[in-house]
């Protein structure tokens, strides 16, 4: 059964965190997106200052890569922790794109604190279709890799990333939502690229192997 929710609404989380302090694989195709650091705030937030609790939500790149036949979506942040921003209860980060047939499709991370209060937290992975309101449509693999330019992986379910395809007019957005599991307000908070525009698209191929170790 399909899980149709409001776009504005962040998730429970309820996957496997995954561990960090690997090494992140750079862009093999060229970044889909930049985005300046410290415009992570609503403009419902008092102060500019509220971008500082949020560095979790502070897009910096989205890129993507295939390796080993597994097309995935990469979200650079300010700093990434497995906890969420003290000024809201839900953190959700989506990467959207739009297919060859024109459709809109996503993939999603969600950190919920109401899962483990005041404790580290374990991100869920979904993908799903954007129409007019996000639907989910089953979970996915990923991996944070937490810590100053984290970087968050979201992998692409094959049937959403067919080979030689492109993934077009991409974009990522960063969410924080407050009330019990998320059914609060919700803001978004951060977009890269910012206001309505969309990143270069990403064909999808086969990154290069890497290269073998100096002799």
Do not use: H
């Not at 889909?32 to 910096?60: H, I, K």
């Not at 739009?98 to 580290?120: C, E, H, I, Y």
């Amino acid at each position: 059964m399909k899980l149709r929710i409001p776009a504005a609404t962040a998730l429970v989380s309820l996957a496997l965190a995954a561990p960090a302090a690997a090494q992140v694989p750079g862009p093999c195709a060229g970044i889909a997106t930049d985005d300046p650091l410290g415009d992570n705030f609503t403009l419902v937030d008092v102060m500019q200052t509220q971008a500082n609790l949020r560095q979790n939500l502070d897009l910096q790149e989205l890129y993507f890569r295939r390796d080993n036949k597994v097309t995935s979506a990469y979200v650079k942040v300010r700093d990434l922790q497995t906890a969420v921003a003290p000024d809201g209860t839900s953190n959700v980060w989506f990467v959207v794109w739009t297919d060859s047939a024109g459709a809109r499709k996503f993939v999603a991370a969600t950190l919920d604190a109401t899962q483990n209060p005041g404790g580290a937290l374990e991100p869920l992975f979904r993908f799903g279709t954007l129409a007019t309101q996000f639907t989910y449509e089953g979970e996915t693999t990923g991996k944070f890799f937490t810590g100053p330019n984290g970087v968050i992986r979201i992998d692409i379910p094959g049937a959403l990333a067919p080979l030689n395809r492109a993934l077009g007019g991409p974009y990522a957005d960063a969410r924080v939502g407050r009330g019990f599991q998320g059914t609060g307000v919700v803001s978004g908070v951060d977009r890269a690229p910012n206001g309505t525009a969309v990143g270069t698209d990403f064909k999808v191929a086969d990154c290069p192997p890497a290269p073998s170790p100096a002799a």
